[in-house]
């Protein structure tokens, strides 16, 4: 079983709709959840975070997490096609390791 | 203020050659991290520096190395490159305290030939 699963897309929804991004993972030990998003030909760049099970809103941007059936959600309200991009999830333990483990992305298309 | 900066931007190596990146960190920032990105495996954790001293390791073979001076910047190095070597590199830095302060570089684009 792979460690954190992410569906790829890729995904095209029009300008105003709402996106729903996904990720399962299995490691127990994964206390920290964050959202990163890519640009084409940029590096990613930290979205939201969260450590603690429930919902965390930023703007258009909602982080929920679900640590009993290791599932992460990120929720874009009114999107735009300045959202289009590459979503990442991303884990990574206590301990003060610094090493995160990503998903594959998924690329979002917000069409005008 | 400056972001991450990683040199060069392009390369084209051939297989067997060695290659070496390099990557200056935020002002301030101690821990520097490395990662591959590939279209098949995504993001994948090379190594991480923290004040010269290599504290965490990821999965890959002895070909890739890394090291970090005394300003924090950091090379990583690429011995006898294998086509599957091509890739995105990037690094990140951060103060080193906790999972969530990683500012990322725009990468080296990496073709092996």
């Known amino acids: 079983q792979k460690e954190v699963e992410q569906d790829p897309g890729p995904l095209s929804v029009p300008e105003g709709a709402i996106v729903s991004l996904n990720c399962t993972y299995s490691?127990?030990?994964?206390?920290?959840f964050m959202w990163y998003r890519q640009y084409s030909r940029k590096g990613p760049e930290l979205l939201m975070y969260?450590?603690?099970?429930g919902n965390k809103e930023d703007g258009r941007f909602t982080a929920q997490v679900d640590k009993s059936s290791k599932y992460i959600s990120l929720f874009i309200r009114d999107s735009q096609p300045s959202d289009s991009a590459t979503y990442l999830c991303?884990?990574?333990?206590?301990?003060?390791?610094?090493?995160?483990?990503f998903g594959k992305g998924t690329k979002l298309t917000v069409n005008p | 203020k400056a972001g991450v900066t990683q040199t060069p931007r392009y390369l084209i190596k051939t297989r067997g050659q060695q290659v070496t990146l390099s990557c200056s960190p935020i002002?301030?920032?101690?821990?520097v991290s490395w990662y591959q990105q590939t279209p098949g495996q995504g993001l994948q954790f090379l190594f991480e520096?923290?004040?010269?001293?290599?504290?965490n390791k990821g999965n890959f073979p002895g070909r890739f190395s890394g090291r970090q001076f005394s300003n924090s910047r950091s090379e990583m190095n690429v011995s006898t490159l294998e086509l599957g070597d091509s890739a995105l590199y990037l690094c990140?830095?951060?103060?080193?305290?906790?999972?969530?302060?990683?500012?990322f570089g725009s990468g080296t684009r990496l073709t092996v030939v």
């Open positions: 990140a830095s951060s103060r080193g305290r906790g999972p969530y302060g990683y500012t």
């Open positions: 969260t450590y603690s099970s």
């Open positions: 002002s301030g920032h101690r821990s």
């Open positions: 490691n127990s030990a994964f206390q920290y």
């Open positions: 991303a884990f990574s333990t206590q301990g003060g390791s610094e090493k995160l483990v």
């Open positions: 520096y923290f004040s010269e001293t290599q504290r």
